[in-house]
C-alpha cells in the first residue's frame, strides 16, 4: 500500500530563500509529525499534528519555521529565509487511530542551504 | 526530558552471525520505545516495539529486550544478513508516542 510521500526529495536553497516541504501521510493517518534530522546524527522532533490541529509545536527551532495542516490531510512546513545550519533531512511520519504509537516515515527531504 | 543514547557507534558482524545493538535511555517515565531500520537516502523504518510493561518482545528474526531497573533495551537481529546492514535507532517515548526521541544511532555493518 501507499506511504507517506514526500515532495520535492531534495531541495538546494540560497540562503534567505523561503522554501516549502510537502507531507502526504498515509490515508486515513490523523496524527502527522515533522522532524528535522542532522547529518550522522538521529532524528529530532519538530511539530505534530492531529488532523488539522497543531497540538504541539515545542521543537521548532525559531519562528522562521512554520508548519501547517488545513484540511487534515497534506501538511507543509515552511522555512522562511533559510540559513545555513537549516541544511538537513526533513522527515514527516503518520500515525493512524488503531495503531497509535507507531509512526511510519517518508523517505525525507534532503534540504541544502548555501 | 529524555534522552536517548547508543553505547557503539558502529557494529561490524560476520553474516550468519547475531547481533546485538543497545541502547540507554534516562526518563523513568518513558513508557514506549521502538527501533527504526534507516538505510542510506530512507527514512527511518520500523523494526519492533515494546511498551513499558513488557521485558521482551519477539519478531521476525529480531527481538527487543527491556531493563526498566538499569533503563537499557536491546535490539537482538538474529543470521545477519547483508540486507541488514544501515543505521539502526532507538526512540523512546511517554504516553502514546507522539514526541519520539531518538538516539544517535548504531551503523550495523555486516561482512561476507
Known amino acids: 500500500g501507499a506511504g507517506v510521500s514526500q515532495s520535492p526529495r531534495y531541495k538546494v536553497a540560497k540562503r534567505g530563500q523561503d522554501v516549502a516541504l510537502r507531507c502526504d501521510p498515509i490515508?486515513?493517518?490523523?496524527?502527522l509529525f515533522w522532524y528535522q534530522q542532522a547529518l550522522g546524527q538521529g532524528p529530532e522532533f519538530l511539530t505534530y499534528?492531529?488532523?488539522?490541529?497543531?497540538?504541539?509545536k515545542s521543537g521548532l527551532p525559531s519562528d522562521r519555521f512554520f508548519a501547517e495542516r488545513p484540511e487534515g490531510s497534506v501538511s507543509t512546513l515552511k522555512i522562511q529565509r533559510t540559513q545555513q545550519e537549516d541544511s538537513a533531512v526533513y522527515l514527516c511520519?503518520?500515525?493512524?487511530?488503531?495503531?497509535?504509537?507507531?509512526?511510519?516515515f517518508g523517505p525525507g527531504t534532503r534540504l541544502l542551504v548555501l | 526530558g529524555e534522552s536517548v543514547g547508543l553505547h557503539l557507534p558502529t557494529l561490524s558482524v560476520q553474516e550468519g552471525d547475531n547481533s546485538i545493538i543497545n541502547c540507554a535511555y534516562s526518563n523513568s517515565a518513558s513508557d514506549y520505545f521502538i527501533w527504526y531500520k534507516q538505510e542510506s537516502g530512507k527514512g527511518p523504518q520500523f523494526i519492533i516495539d515494546?511498551?513499558?510493561?513488557?521485558d521482551k518482545r519477539q519478531g521476525q528474526r529480531v527481538t527487543v529486550l527491556l531493563n526498566k531497573t538499569v533503563k537499557h533495551l536491546s535490539l537482538q537481529i538474529a543470521a545477519t544478513q547483508p540486507g541488514d546492514s544501515a543505521v539502526y535507532f532507538c526512540?523512546?517515548?511517554?504516553?502514546?508516542?507522539?514526541?519520539?526521541?531518538f538516539g544517535t544511532g548504531t551503523q550495523l555493518k555486516v561482512e561476507l
Open positions: 515494546i511498551r513499558s510493561n513488557m
Open positions: 511520519a503518520s500515525k493512524g487511530l488503531r495503531s497509535q504509537e507507531t509512526q511510519y
Open positions: 526512540a523512546g517515548t511517554t504516553g502514546g508516542g507522539n514526541k519520539l526521541t
Open positions: 499534528f492531529q488532523n488539522e490541529a497543531q497540538l504541539d
Open positions: 490515508s486515513g493517518h490523523v496524527s
